[in-house]
């Protein structure tokens, strides 16, 4: 697209997403020949329908959001530029113990690795078992049980189904990205080579220039990572470990000094206040009746 | 219009088999000829890669026939004396020549010139096996006790293994020009010394390969006539090639003769079969994913890769857990800008040619 001096008219884009935003559209900005990008966080946006006028939102010629934006009150579809829903990346394929715990229904933060939690660490304080007990329970026998291996393929192909429903192949991340490595910090912060596929992906499924060989942006989820653990890496080719490094720190703890810290902080709570989300609580029941003996 | 590529499977084409599936979903085996079932006893022996499927098979349970376990040493000392290692005490079989020649003295019908050589701190070693033994032997005698030993463990597996997985290694060696017995390293490497009046290298031809291979396993299904056999290309390159040319070069042209033996026995031997872990390792689907630092030793990703096919597809039971995995379909790749006319035969069972 050129102006009247032949100078290029940049599209001017803007993402709406959770923490994910902000490297999306760092990504889009960094591979795109013609496009402007910038972000807001969902929790921004909201605030900003609030007070903005429709005439601040019609400067960006396209907003890339997520299904749940357009739920917020003050969107109307009406005053908004061309927008298009695409689903942030979660993917729990190679982190499937990782989760969040809910204290009376809200999520928990301020643990050893931010707001995520592993699963087997919750079902042994709840079995009431000490970090080296616990500790026993992180094997392939245990991630057998809780279908742990299953969440790879699955969460694979509803990743693939959402977003070839709308057009968009991202088979490249899990052929080429993916490829001896994982692309997840933890269930729902991807890395940002994940992040520059699915710009990439997209941009190309819109018929948008990409520059080729281009540097990616820096990593900006970088600061909280889960631990592949090595039963699960060996089936994704990637090597694992049970390090698990704390939130904004550079040193990891190893898994019964990690088991040590998340019990302690979860007893400041009474066992029966901390839960997961529903469609997880049938994994969390599993490892109970695993650790009591109750599944052979 | 019909023609001869219309309705293979999907693993007979690049595109579907390998350029549109995921590194560690690569699965090369197709149509294993049989199922290792609960209380079969599968024997293994080979190069060194054998050590890893050796090692899961064992870790695995039940399937894995010990022959020589060293029982009678303490638990510790028998990994360091190579007791369980493979199925028998045999150290690394790295061409079928050694294999055969071990057969052939297990069995009464050859008995080697050298017995014993003295290693360099003045302790025996046995010359075709020169490493079981880390601190070596007290005398030459008990080399040849050790070995008689050894021999009846090595008659014991034969006779009574359902399954042999037999990793082939290389095609260089050392051999006695004495009576043609094949070192498994030569001679002054790990005992004895070299002596060219005596020794000589030989580089094994794909006739010499697969007829050796055919004669012990022959053999070997004459005395065990239910015996069925697995047989693998190690995907190590070799170590050092004492041909006049890059240990690269001298690695594919090992490789390849050995495939090619392999895969001219299976071709004439219902009882034999290829299982492919040379192909996982070194083909470009995985492209060098699978190997350390040195670009020779294969990762433990790698031996978990190749053991996860194995079991899949040779193990009884094991595969209908896996969760079947779909392919990731039908997806742009980029073209080659090169003319290739067998890509025609890809478009064309695709209806696109």
């Known amino acids: 697209m050129s102006g009247p001096g032949g100078d290029v008219l940049r599209e001017r884009w803007l993402v709406v997403w959770n923490c994910q935003s902000f490297g999306l559209a760092n990504c889009i900005q960094t591979l795109a020949r013609d496009i402007e990008c910038e972000a807001l966080d969902i929790w921004s946006f909201g605030k900003a329908l609030e007070t903005e006028s429709p005439q601040h939102w019609r400067a960006w010629d396209r907003i890339i959001t997520m299904g749940e934006a357009t739920a917020l009150p003050g969107f109307k579809a009406a005053d908004m530029p061309p927008f298009e829903i695409l ?30 939690h592993s699963m087997i660490a919750l079902a042994a304080y709840k079995e009431g078992m000490t970090a080296r007990e616990a500790s026993r329970w992180y094997n392939a026998t245990t991630y057998g049980h809780a279908g742990y291996f299953a969440h790879w393929p699955m969460q694979r192909q509803l990743m693939l189904d959402s977003y070839r429903e709308r057009g968009i192949d991202l088979s490249r991340l899990f052929r080429v990205v993916g490829r001896g490595a994982c692309f997840m910090h933890t269930i729902d912060h991807p890395r940002i080579p994940a992040l520059f596929e699915v710009a990439r992906a997209l941009l190309v499924a819109r018929g948008k220039a ?9 990593d900006n989820l970088s600061a909280t990572s889960w631990p592949v653990y090595p039963e699960i890496g060996e089936r994704l080719a990637v090597a694992g470990s049970y390090l698990f490094k704390p939130a904004n720190l550079h040193k990891p703890f190893e898994l019964v000094e990690y088991l040590e810290r998340s019990l302690a902080f979860f007893s400041q709570w009474e066992k029966q206040r901390l839960r997961v989300f529903l469609h997880l609580q049938p994994q969390l029941q599993t490892i109970r009746k695993l650790m009591r003996g109750e599944i052979a | 219009m019909s023609h001869p590529y219309a309705g293979l499977p999907d693993r007979q084409f690049w595109s579907r088999g390998v350029a549109t599936v995921e590194s560690h979903l690569f699965d090369p085996v197709s ?10 006893r599968v024997a293994t022996a080979g190069s060194c890669f054998a050590q890893h499927i050796s090692r899961r098979l064992r870790a695995m349970g039940g399937n ?17 004396r190579q007791y369980g290692l493979f199925s028998a005490r045999y150290g690394n079989i790295y061409t079928p020549m050694q294999l055969w020649q071990l057969w052939q003295e297990a069995f009464g019908d050859r008995q080697p010139d050298d017995r014993a050589w003295r290693n360099r701190h003045g302790r025996w070693v046995d010359p075709f096996r020169p490493s079981v033994e880390p601190d070596g032997y007290e005398s030459a005698e008990q080399v040849a006790e050790d070995r008689a030993a050894h021999l009846a463990a090595v008659r014991t597996l034969f006779e009574t293994a359902d399954y042999l997985v037999f990793t082939l ?19 002054g490497v790990a005992g004895g010394e070299f002596d060219p009046a005596r020794h000589e290298f030989v580089n094994f031809s794909v006739g010499e390969t697969e007829e050796a291979l055919e004669k012990v396993l022959l053999a070997a299904r004459v005395r065990n006539p239910t015996l069925r ?21 001298s690695t594919s042209y090992s490789k390849a003769v050995l495939r090619v033996a392999a895969g001219e026995l299976v071709r004439r031997h219902d009882w034999i079969d290829y299982f492919p872990s040379y192909e996982v390792i070194t083909a470009s689907p995985t492209g060098g994913l699978y190997f350390e630092e040195d670009r020779r030793a294969v990762s433990p990703l790698g031996v978990a890769h190749v053991m996860r096919l194995f079991t899949h597809h040779y193990v009884e039971g094991t595969g209908a857990d896996e969760e079947a995995i779909s392919r990731l379909g039908d997806v742009a790749l980029p073209q080659s800008g090169v003319i290739c006319d067998e890509e025609r035969m890809d478009a064309a069972r695709s209806g696109e040619g």
């Open chain 1, 87 to 116: 689903p942030p990346l979660y993917f729990s394929g190679y982190h499937p113990d990782c989760c969040y715990v809910l204290l009376d229904g809200e999520p928990v933060s301020g643990a050893v690795v931010g707001p995520y």
């Open chain 2, 229 to 249: 056999v697995i047989l693998t290309v190690s995907p190590v390159p070799l170590a050092a090639t004492y041909e006049t040319r890059h240990v690269a070069v």
């Open chain 2, 31 to 40: 149509g294993p000829r049989f199922q290792i079932r609960p209380g079969d």
């Open chain 1, 210 to 218: 990409v520059f080729e060989n281009v540097v990616p942006p820096p």
């Open chain 2, 169 to 187: 290694g290389l095609t260089e060696a050392w051999r006695s020009r004495i009576d043609g017995s094949i070192y498994p390293l030569a001679p």
């Open chain 2, 64 to 80: 894995f026939l010990l022959a020589e376990g060293g029982e009678h040493l303490p638990p510790a000392e028998r990994e360091a």
